[in-house]
Structure formats: structure tokens, C-alpha cells
């Protein structure tokens, strides 16, 4: 994990997300947490990695995802150059039949 991120905060938020038990209480949570604008560009990007990781064209993610170039550009590069975040939760969400 990038060393910029760790801190006390950061490391409640992370505890308070790895204590939710089921979808209705990641929703309730991540709606008092998040506006409606951040929850989608978070969703926004996880759907972008996914395209990426299966090779779709940038034009095709801009049309599907409506996504900039440059939200784009910044999630390969993490896909490319980041901790495997992205990969980590790809491999699980599929082993649990949700991808």
C-alpha cells in the first residue's frame, strides 16, 4: 500500500468497511459515508478496471462508462503499476460467482 495512505483514518475507514456483514449494510454505510457523485465514481472506476482487464478499447469504455480519457488512463496505470488491488478483487468476485 502506498505509505501516504497509511494512517490512523485511513485505517478506520479500512476497519469500519471489513466490518460490514451483507449488502444492506454496505449500502446504508457507504450512503451516509459518500454523495451519490463519489459512490459513482468509485463504482465508475472499478468498472473501468474491469473493462481493462479484459482488454476493451479505450473508446468503448468511454461509450459504455461514459469515464474520461484520463480517469481511464489513471485506472490502467494502477492496473499496470499498482499494488494488484484491482486483481485481487477480481480473482475473489469471481471464485464467488459474481463476476
Partial sequence: ?????????????????LSLENMDEC?????DLCTVQELKALSQ?????QMLSKHIVYSDIV???????????RVNRSLNY????YKVVF?????NGVL
Avoid: H
Avoid at 9 to 14: A, D, G, Q
Avoid at 27 to 31: G, H, I, K, Q, R
Fill in 27 to 31: 449500502y446504508d454505510f457507504f450512503d
Fill in 1 to 17: 500500500m502506498n505509505s501516504k495512505l497509511r494512517e490512523m483514518n485511513v485505517e478506520l475507514l479500512f476497519q469500519a468497511i
Fill in 45 to 49: 472506476r472499478l468498472q473501468v478496471a
Fill in 82 to 85: 499498482g499494488c494488484d488491488g
Fill in 63 to 73: 461509450a459504455k462508462t461514459g469515464a474520461s480519457t484520463a480517469t481511464i488512463s
Fill in 91 to 95: 480473482e475473489r468476485l469471481e471464485k
